[in-house]
């Protein structure tokens, strides 16, 4: 079973990273959006050096799927207008947790909904709401 959602906004900073352990599809309209992307494979420790995330364009009207496992977040504009991205993902995902996990150990303290591991930058949104701080450097952002 799959859900469907709605991603828009005027984000500009990568401020986190997360992964699903199933596939994503994206597809954006407008200008399109960029995305940026780590491999999980770049985390030591579950801590992520910035230097390893690269940006990737998404044009418009171009579906594309983000493997499992693949460190992304929600997309960053490209113009004045913003992005708009529809998501498919396993359904629940994204879903609230039923307990609590911050406790746990490994990659457990990076579970932060169902079917969603997230870390974020110091300097983020996300830090603030307790998210896990494991992306170290620079906090980047698209200059338009």
């Not at 801590?47 to 418009?60: M, N």
Request: one cysteine or more; proline letters at 5%.
């Amino acid at each position: 079973p799959i859900q469907a959602g709605y991603c828009n906004g005027h984000g500009f900073t990568m401020n986190a990273e997360e992964y699903h352990k199933c596939s994503e599809i994206n597809f954006c309209t407008g200008d399109g959006a960029v995305l940026f992307l780590a491999r999980f494979e770049d985390m030591v420790d579950y801590q992520l050096d910035s230097h390893k995330i690269v940006a990737f364009y998404l044009p418009p009207s171009v579906l594309i799927e983000v493997y499992p496992r693949v460190l992304h977040f929600a997309p960053c504009r490209v113009n004045d207008e913003g992005f708009r991205c529809l998501v498919i993902l396993e359904k629940g995902t994204n879903t609230p947790l039923s307990g609590s996990y911050s406790k746990c150990e490994a990659e457990g303290k990076l579970l932060w909904m169902k079917n969603k591991w997230l870390l974020c930058h110091a300097d983020s949104p996300q830090c603030s709401k307790g998210a896990y701080v494991g992306i170290h450097g620079v906090n980047l952002q698209l200059n338009i």
